[in-house]
């Protein structure tokens, strides 16, 4: 269980300090898929003709291992590469957010998977094994509605109940079951009233899909996605046992009753031989459609290596899916790159070395180019791993029209080297026309970093910058085109606005002394623009000191409201938490916050903190934040509300 995975981040943390549905048809794209379309590439992979095709296949893959288990080892190379100049192209448009939006996205039009969403006139609130829904229309806030997570008569012991999507009327919740063994979805109804009525629970095989970093599901329209590896044992019996499928689930439900949603005929192979020495995976996507009443999926699969990070585009999802193994007492990275289309064709590869670090590491920009940051000593972002990336830098920048059936390698020239960086909480992201990158403190206890380097790269071509920073670099965001950096000195939290201009340049800068981050998590975070120039962020605070794991266990001390005014920072204020109003939730289910617990929300004109189970308003008088109003909407308060 993710439990036991505290033991992970404990040795993560010391290794840091001390480094400091029916079967789809064979041609023609899956109903379910279809959305929208795209140029299909000149060569893509090939799909398995049959089940005999693909059961020979894993065989034949098993009997390499059997009589060689030593050196199934790819020939491996690891980042070392040439600078190569990339002509000027289309600059990337900045991502345009819905008023109404409370989820920072990496990309606008593709919601991610998180604790809170908006409906109409109510905020959904997922929290410790629970859905709560708020009344915030008509300048109300009233908690409503309040139900569990999972059905009537499913024991919810051993599942996480991690992240949520809205589409409509329809929540999905998204979970891992370790007891009845691969993601669980629960569907739930919501109605004007932000009444919550559960609907039905499907459950899809696969492996666990955590990241420290990364969301399992993706929404764009009306369609579900979810990216789930599934680790394979060519030489363990039958396969198709655990390949992906879905079944409805009851209180008498059997493995017999999952419904297999991938054929062999949609699952692909690259035209090269893979390494299986150091494991196996299916790396699936899978589609289901809300907004039907039968919950209809279907999956698309590639095989390869085991370490994966995936990254969703609006028109496709990527898997980078990685093989880290040793040789001559030296990691070293080959990998895979697999471009799957939302519009349900087949499915185009390449060759590539090295690793990204975590969805942040990607961009498909308006150019026709894919660009990823990798590092050479990097496994992707499953479990922990995005938290130990190590290695040299570099930018890999490709056309979207070179991707084919995965016999051809991305060339040296394609690999643009950057300055190496030291450390192991690494943090990129790609912002307006650069890709920023640094290191900082992340999951660990704060460092002592009077002095660190953010690197700017524009990443269609052009001289990178260093800039000089007073702090670690935890946190990476947008501020329109330009950015902001968060991170801490040992001590006291920094927020400093970098411009990105021809010449990037640190614009100026903020410190909240005796102050730590609250939250690690991407959604943590929310910047509301006002004008091309000006706006308003929010991110949760904790004391001074406080390790980023913390976080798992503790609530956020309050949110800071921070004013832009042309990059330079004035401090709104705050909203606090009340600790002494803490209650016993009577927890039955994710009874740890791995996503999280607080949140800046600006929505319909309103300031709100959600720090717990608190919410608490502010309004602005004079330029500064004040507390107007709070509510505690935990169970035993809504029910005393509801009688």
Known sequence: MKTLFLIAITSVLTIAGLAACAEMPADGVPPVFAYGSMTPPEKAMRAFRSEQELASYLRELAEKQRRNPSSMQAATETVNVTSSASDKSANQEPASRSDESVTNVQHAGVDEGGIVKLHGDHLVVLRRGRIFTVKIGDGALKPISIRDAFGPDIDPRSTWYDEMLVSDDTIAVIGYSYERGGTEIGLFNIDGAGKLRYRSTYHLRSNDYYSSRNYASRLIGGKLIFYTPLYLS???????????????????????????????????????????????????????????????????????????????????????????????????????????????????????????????????????????????????????????????????????????????????????????????????????????????????????????????????????????????????????????????????????????????????????????????????????????DSGMLGLPISVPGRAGYRHLFESSAAILFLRNESLHFEEVGELTARSDRAVDDACRASCVDWYGNARPLFVHGRLLALLGYEIVEGTLDGGRVLESRRINYAPRQIEIALH
């Not at 150091?278 to 085991?306: M, Q, R, S, Y």
């Not at 080297?417 to 192991?424: A, P, Q, T």
Request: aromatic content about 10%; proline content about 6%; overall charge negative.
């Open 234 to 532: 060519p030489g363990g019996g039958d396969p198709f046992q655990s390949f992906p499928a879905v079944r409805k689930w009851h209180k008498q439900a059997t493995t017999s009753e999952f419904r297999r949603i991938i054929p062999a005929t949609r699952v692909y192979r690259p035209e090269r031989d893979i390494d299986s020495g150091n494991g196996l995976a299916l790396h699936t996507v899978t589609v289901c459609d809300l907004a039907g009443g039968d919950f209809k999926c279907e999956a698309t699969g590639v095989i390869g290596p085991p370490g994966r990070v995936f990254y969703v585009s609006p028109q496709s999802v990527y898997v980078w899916a990685s093989n880290w193994n040793y040789t001559d007492g030296r990691a070293r990275v080959s990998s895979m790159l697999y471009r799957m289309p939302l519009d349900g064709s087949s499915p185009s590869a390449l060759q590539v070395s090295g690793s990204p670090v975590d969805q942040f590491s990607f961009l498909e920009s308006g150019d026709g180019q894919l660009n990823v940051l990798v590092r050479s000593d990097a496994a992707g972002d499953g479990m922990w791993a995005a938290e130990v990336a190590a290695g040299d830098v570099a930018l890999m920048r490709v056309p979207l029209v070179s991707f084919s059936d995965g016999s051809e390698a991305v060339p040296q020239s394609d690999y643009r080297k950057l300055s190496r960086v030291e450390g192991y909480t690494f943090q990129n992201r790609f912002v307006g026309n650069y890709l920023l990158y640094g290191t900082g403190s992340g999951w660990g206890e704060p460092q002592n970093s009077k002095h660190s380097t953010l690197y700017a790269v524009p990443w269609a071509g052009g001289e990178p910058s260093e800039l000089s920073l007073a702090h670690g670099v935890d946190r990476i965001e947008a501020m329109g085109s330009d950015a902001v950096v968060v991170g801490t000195d040992g001590k006291n939290l920094h927020f400093t606005s970098i411009r990105l201009d021809e010449s990037p340049e640190v614009a100026g800068s903020y410190t909240r002394k005796g102050a730590a981050q609250g939250e690690l998590r991407s959604h943590g975070f929310f910047y509301k623009p006002d004008g091309p």
